[in-house]
């Protein structure tokens, strides 16, 4: 494989989570990447653009949605229940509706917070290539990153970190 | 800094490093005395691990269609896009081939009940091994065998799922010659919510080829045995 090739194959796990958060379920999610990996192979980024490749494909996935949301209204559909089928065998259901429940509190907020979010705090992004990545101000970033996690800490409940607690 | 400036942003600032330094000084000065500042700060970072844990990425499967998709462009001599036709599945297989990877006796038919997923699937050590060594009923790797038979010729085959994904699941049948599994019917069965079918309806190409290779029953896990290459 060429190195882009190579490349975008590592990429797939964050592209297909950022896909999926960006269009609220996994179903639109799976299309969305799809059509951002077709539109990838047939205009292949420039050598200088392969070490940002993330965010190149970020860009992509981020318009075809846009161009989507514009070429008709889309009712978002809520991410299906966890089915994981590779592994989580051993999880007892418990756990796993547990983490359903937190993964529905992120696709229940709009489609820019839940954007934003899985830039930043998912991804790592600096507000500074969030911004870019998403074509706002940087403050848009801060303001829409603040009112999601304003909303997500009211929705799920409270586990302190076992860094900042010590157990008896 | 006074209270009012200590809102929701600034928090993500100084959770996101992206405060400067003189704002932080002032920050964590005032974070050590407001008892409120600080249960605010560790409910974010709270749920940020929460979300971080239930979001966490997953390693790339071999059996994602999507990588089947980037690897089998990336064979192409000119670089582009297009889609294969059976003869392109041939050269890919060829190419695998001198490669190391054997695919052999690809086309069953002239048929397209093979494509190329299934193809660059079934050259996976992964699954040769699989269908090699699991019974009926068992899964491994995203792997899981449904049942087998034999061909009219005694030819051991086997139905067989592979999971790409959470989501996305691909059906093949498969008949064991010379050694190796060679695919004769692929179905990618695209994500879950579209691969429930009735048991009626649905999937005529799996179907239509156990037909076609009159196939015997399902074997019993006893009659399984004989074949199977457990190691």
């Not at chain 1, 060429?2 to 999926?20: E, I, S």
């Not at chain 1, 299906?80 to 259901?93: G, L, P």
């Not at chain 2, 709270?46 to 239930?54: E, G, K, V």
Request: charge should be neutral.
């Amino acid at each position: 494989m060429t190195p882009f090739h190579d490349k975008l194959v590592g990429l797939l796990p964050r592209l297909r989570r950022f896909a999926q958060n960006l269009a609220g379920s996994i179903s639109d999610g799976e299309d969305l990447l799809h059509s951002a990996v077709e539109r990838a192979l047939k205009n292949e980024p420039a050598p200088n653009e392969l070490p940002h490749l993330d965010r190149w494909m970020f860009r992509v996935i981020k318009n075809l949605w846009i161009d989507e949301l514009r070429s008709k209204r889309r009712q978002n559909v809520p991410l299906e229940m966890v089915e994981d089928v590779m592994s989580d065998y051993n999880e007892n259901t418990e756990k796993r509706l547990d983490l359903e429940k937190i993964r529905r509190t992120l696709l229940g907020l709009p489609d820019d917070q839940r954007a934003v979010f899985t830039l930043v705090v998912l991804e790592g992004m600096s507000y500074q290539d969030c911004a870019t990545t998403l074509d706002i101000p940087t403050g848009t970033v801060m303001s829409r990153l603040s009112r999601a996690r304003s909303s997500i800490a009211a929705k799920i409940s409270y586990e302190p970190l076992k860094t900042a607690t010590r157990k008896t | 800094m006074n209270n009012s400036e200590l809102n929701d942003e600034l928090i993500c600032m100084y959770l996101d490093g992206e405060m400067p330094k003189d704002q932080r000084d002032a920050f964590e000065h005032r974070l050590a005395q407001d008892a409120g500042l600080q249960a605010r700060l560790q409910r974010f970072r709270s749920s940020d691990q929460q979300l971080r844990d239930a979001f966490a990425v997953s390693d790339v499967s071999e059996f994602d269609p999507l990588v089947t998709r980037i690897k089998s462009t990336s064979f192409s001599s000119d670089g582009s896009a297009k889609t294969r036709s059976k003869f392109g599945v041939i050269a890919l297989a060829l190419a695998a081939s001198m490669t190391g990877v054997m695919i052999g006796g690809i086309v069953w038919n002239s048929k397209t009940t093979v494509n190329e997923s299934g193809v660059n699937i079934l050259a996976s050590d992964t699954l040769q091994n699989s269908l090699n060594q699991l019974q009926s009923g068992e899964s491994r790797n995203g792997v899981e065998v449904v049942l087998s038979f034999r061909k009219n010729d005694k030819t051991p085959c086997r139905l067989f799922e592979v999971s790409h994904s959470k989501t996305i699941k691909s059906e093949g049948v498969s008949c064991r010659e010379n050694g190796r599994w060679q695919l004769v019917a692929w179905f990618d069965k695209g994500s879950s919510e579209e691969a429930y079918r009735p048991a009626s309806g649905g999937n005529s190409i799996i179907d239509e080829a156990i037909d076609r290779i009159d196939a015997t029953g399902p074997l019993s896990l006893e009659q399984e045995k004989e074949f199977l290459l457990k190691k």
